[in-house]
């Protein structure tokens, strides 16, 4: 054999391994996105956890990962979430056998039936445990061709990892009797006593239990366990189409478009169906807008706040085109179990001697003297000298969803479209029942509050040092029309 035929052999076996690695190995190859790495964190300190998320996003394929990681005891180095350090054993749960054989035995294997594909899925090819006569020691379900019952995995410990297939159209007999470490259940278990009953298998080993689904069937048992509020012990993480990044962006519109308009919130943007509860049932896409680079200086600029009593405290950063009408929504802030001087600090970061719009119960005192709003305005935060209210004196809620309503409608409010926690809420708004579910509603209701004192948004630049005696503060740099003052004074 001459030199270069013998390099030229190397260079082939070379790719030969470097494709037969890739293709048997790809486990090691899959980097997450954010949200799906966030999802498999979470697993350290919570039982319980959804990933409640958009079709197509990869919310099956880090499921699949997570479960090939607890077989083989085999963790990435970013990994943050639950580990063994011994083999494991689990159940691979999804609607039916055809169903679970078709999209989790073929990520986690290979495509079923297909002899020289075994072993491409997210558990290495290796790792499967082998019997005497070379064959691979898998158990075939009754029923169902090339469907797996149970697989064993060699772990990093050096023992077997046990891995068992389950359909929901089994029934809850086959949901009984042995004791699990961990569970996958790939798309919703209805009914809910399936979920119960894995959950009863989990409960003497510290076990933990992921699911991912697309919510089609809107408040389900199973959903209220995680939304809008999660129960103790549960967590959930909500992945939209645009946190997909193998979608290309110009594919996006048209993928929400194809879905039929009461199906997008669930299937675009892993958002609950609501049915007749929905109150804002534009999609997005209607109010979205690209981030304005540099606003027009005669656009207006007003703060509306939300103060999280009890709750969240969430601002709204709304820069008010008065010519045509339009409001404009371009920051948001939401913070939990934070203290007034860090949310006055975040919003004078992000805009400063701005007015700020407030809610009724700003006027409830903390002490003898302070009251809510008038620790903000100490903070220096321009508070509003009344707290907000339509012309005509009211501060309705409905009298506000009205307007948005209208406006939305009409073309007359818009949202940057990189505000993602702003359209978090927008999607999940509903009623209950004929009330308002007042949950997760927190920068819907620093908006509102933009809504009603619009009129006080105003443009150039406000100084503190420019108080009077009278309480309220000199505006500099545009005209006010009659009065040349603004109600400060909170």
């Given at each position: ?104 035995q073929k990520l986690l294997c290979g495509e079923p039936g297909v002899v020289e594909d ?373």
């Amino acid at each position: 054999m001459s030199e270069s035929t013998g390099r030229l052999k190397d260079i082939l076996e070379t790719l030969e391994a470097a494709t037969d690695l890739k293709k048997f190995r790809g486990f090691q190859f899959f980097q997450p996105y954010v949200l799906q790495a966030k999802f498999t964190e979470l697993g350290a300190t919570y039982k319980e956890r959804l990933l409640m998320a958009a079709n197509r996003v990869g919310k099956t394929m880090i499921g699949a990962y997570e479960t090939a990681c607890h077989l083989t005891g085999e963790y990435p180095d970013w990994w943050l979430g639950r580990r063994w350090d011994r083999p494991t054993r689990g159940w691979i749960a999804g609607v039916t056998s055809i169903a679970t054989r078709d999209i989790q035995q073929k990520l986690l294997c290979g495509e079923p039936g297909v002899v020289e594909d075994f072993g491409s899925g997210m558990i290495p090819r290796g790792a499967f445990v082998k019997k005497r006569d070379g064959s691979y020691d898998i158990s075939l379900a009754r029923g169902v061709t090339d469907s797996y019952d149970t697989i064993q995995v060699r772990h990093a410990s050096g023992g077997i990892s046990i891995g068992r297939f389950k359909s929901y159209e089994q029934g809850k007999a086959k949901f009984q009797g042995e004791t699990l470490d961990w569970a996958w259940c790939d798309e919703e278990p209805d009914p809910i006593e399936l979920y119960i009953e894995i959950l009863t298998r989990l409960v003497t080993t510290r076990g933990i239990l992921y699911t991912t689904f697309t919510p089609l069937e809107g408040e389900t048992e199973l959903v209220k366990r995680f939304w809008p509020v999660a129960q103790a012990g549960c967590a959930m993480v909500q992945m939209d189409i645009r946190d997909a990044l193998h979608i290309p962006k110009e594919d996006i519109d048209a993928i929400i478009a194809s879905y039929p308009q009461h199906m997008r919130d669930a299937k675009a943007h892993g958002i609950p169906m609501l049915g007749s509860g929905v109150i804002f049932d534009l999609p997005q896409e209607t109010i979205a807008e690209d981030r304005i680079a540099d606003l027009p200086s005669e656009w207006k600029k007003l703060w509306g706040i939300d103060f999280g009593v009890g709750h969240p405290f969430a601002a709204v950063l709304a820069a008010y085109d008065s010519e045509d009408d339009v409001i404009h929504i371009t920051h948001c802030y939401r913070s939990a179990g934070t203290f007034p001087l860090e949310h006055s600090a975040a919003m004078k970061a992000i805009a400063a001697n701005v007015p700020v719009a407030w809610p009724h119960d700003g006027t409830v005192r903390r002490g003898e003297e302070e009251t809510v709003a008038s620790i903000y305005k100490a903070h220096g935060l321009l508070m509003l000298g009344e707290h907000s209210t339509f012309v005509d004196g009211g501060y309705s809620t409905e009298a506000a969803i009205l307007e948005l309503q209208e406006r939305m409608r009409t073309g007359r409010f818009k949202v940057a479209s990189h505000l993602s926690d702003w359209f978090d809420e927008y999607r999940s708004y509903h009623r209950k029942d004929g009330d308002i579910v007042k949950v997760k509603d927190d920068l819907l209701s620093a908006t509102m509050k933009i809504v009603m004192m619009k009129r006080f948004a105003r443009t150039g630049q406000y100084s503190s040092k420019s108080l009077k005696k009278s309480g309220n503060y000199a505006y500099k740099g545009s005209s006010l029309g009659d009065t040349g003052k603004l109600p400060w004074g909170a």
